[in-house]
Structures are given as structure tokens and as C-alpha cells.
């Protein structure tokens, strides 16, 4: 079973810096089947990335998903207040199952 | 517009079964680019997939679960139903249901979920 690693668990940074979050795979991953979730106290996860890469309907152009094989990574160019949240990667696998990472907490600094 | 709301206990007794329904609205359950998945969260942890289950009646389970869960959906009534047998304390969670999106295009299959529900808390205590 893949296990998704996501690193660092928590990052602190203020308003208008850059965010840089990795989700890195136990072993190779399609691209197309990886996908990133914000998810803010209270509330229900959001999806933001699919296909590694590809933005959500309604996700603000400064979030952009990157990355293949066993690496990937989630990039907020610059932070507004409503984005410190948690982020989630995720996986569909072949064997027909899904994994989440343990997430990580983008907290203000 | 589409939506998804759990519903069921929210207290549960050590060793009993847990059952979930997920409504939805906005979507059909016999739309063969749709399926609908369970997700749990532990206070204060991170997100746990559970099952999933198709237009075609495909269904997956979490390895580590799956001798306790079982999924079904009834396409008539719009709701998806998980039951998770011999509960226990750990089983403490927010669970979640979600639309599984699945698109395509000239290379690849793409597959996410792109709507929840806000979640039903079940605590198992005796």
C-alpha cells in the first residue's frame, strides 16, 4: 500500500510569502490520480488540485500543483489570510484503494 | 447544486454497529462518472479513507478496515450507506461522504473527490 509523506509538518510564514509543500509517494504515482485538499478548523475538506496539476473550479490562481512520480508538490505564491489551513495530498491507487498524507499545517508566523 | 449530508448516531456504544447514510442531491448515483466515498477524522488528526462505491456497483475498502465495513448505495432513495461493525473508542471520529469525480480526456484518467459534506460526529463510549 502507497503511504504518502508530507513534509513539513507544520510551516510558519506571514501574509504574501510563498508556500512550499511536499507529498512525497513510498513508491511511484500516476499524476493524474493525485490530488490536494485545504481544509480549514470546523469545516470540510476542499479540493483544490487534481490530477497533480490541475486547479478546482473556483481555486485562485495562486495555488499551482507540480510534480510526478514519487514527488509532488502544492505552491501558494503568496499567501492571503484565508489560506492558512491544513493541505492534504492524496492518492488513487491501482490497487483500487485511497490514501491521504498526515497533512500539513500552514500556520501565520 | 450538489450536495452531500451524513446522517446517524451520534453516540455509539463499545462493540456495537455504526450505520451511516450520505444523501445526495444535485447528482445521480447511476451516473457512471460518479461515485461516492467514506472518509473519517480522528480529533485533532488526519484523514482516513474508508470506502468507496460506484454507479456499477464496484466497491473498494481500506485494507486495514475492511473486515468491518460494509458499503451499499440505494440509487433510488439518492443515499449511500456504510456500516462499520464492532466498534470501539478509536473509532471516536468526524466521518465524511464525498462525490468521487472521475473525468477523462484524450490521455489519462483523472480521479478526485470534489464535494463533501460537512460530516456527522460519532462518539463510541459506553
Known amino acids: 500500500e502507497i503511504v504518502l509523506t508530507q513534509s513539513p509538518g507544520t510551516l510558519s510564514l506571514s501574509p504574501g510569502e510563498r508556500a512550499t509543500l511536499s507529498c512525497r509517494a513510498s513508491?511511484?504515482?500516476?499524476?493524474?490520480?493525485l490530488a490536494w485538499y485545504q481544509q480549514k478548523p470546523g469545516q470540510a475538506p476542499r479540493l483544490l488540485i487534481y490530477g497533480a496539476s490541475s486547479r478546482a473550479t473556483g481555486i485562485p490562481d495562486r495555488f499551482s500543483g507540480s510534480g510526478s512520480g514519487t514527488d509532488f508538490t502544492l505552491t501558494i505564491s503568496r499567501l492571503e489570510p484565508e489560506d492558512f489551513a491544513v493541505y492534504y495530498c492524496q492518492q488513487y491507487g491501482s490497487s483500487r484503494t485511497w490514501t491521504f498524507g498526515q497533512g500539513t499545517k500552514v500556520e501565520i508566523k | 447544486q450538489v450536495t452531500l449530508k451524513e446522517s446517524g448516531p451520534v453516540l455509539v456504544k463499545p462493540t456495537e454497529t455504526l450505520t451511516l447514510t450520505c444523501t445526495v442531491s444535485?447528482?445521480?448515483?447511476?451516473?457512471?462518472?460518479?461515485?461516492v466515498s467514506w472518509i473519517r477524522q480522528p480529533p485533532g488528526k488526519a484523514l482516513e479513507w474508508l470506502a468507496h462505491i460506484f454507479s456499477n456497483d464496484e466497491k473498494s475498502y481500506s485494507t486495514s478496515l475492511k473486515s468491518r465495513l460494509t458499503i451499499s448505495k440505494d440509487t433510488s432513495k439518492s443515499q449511500v450507506v456504510l456500516t462499520m461493525t464492532n466498534m470501539d473508542p478509536v473509532d471516536t471520529a468526524t466521518y465524511y461522504c464525498?462525490?468521487?469525480?472521475?473525468?477523462?480526456?484524450?490521455?489519462?484518467?483523472?480521479?478526485?473527490?470534489?464535494?463533501w459534506g460537512k460530516g456527522t460526529t460519532v462518539t463510541v463510549s459506553s
Open positions: 444535485g447528482f445521480s448515483l447511476s451516473n457512471a462518472r460518479m461515485g
Open positions: 464525498a462525490r468521487i469525480s472521475l473525468q477523462y480526456d484524450i490521455l489519462y484518467y483523472y480521479y478526485y473527490m470534489d464535494v
Open positions: 513508491q511511484s504515482v500516476s499524476s493524474s490520480y
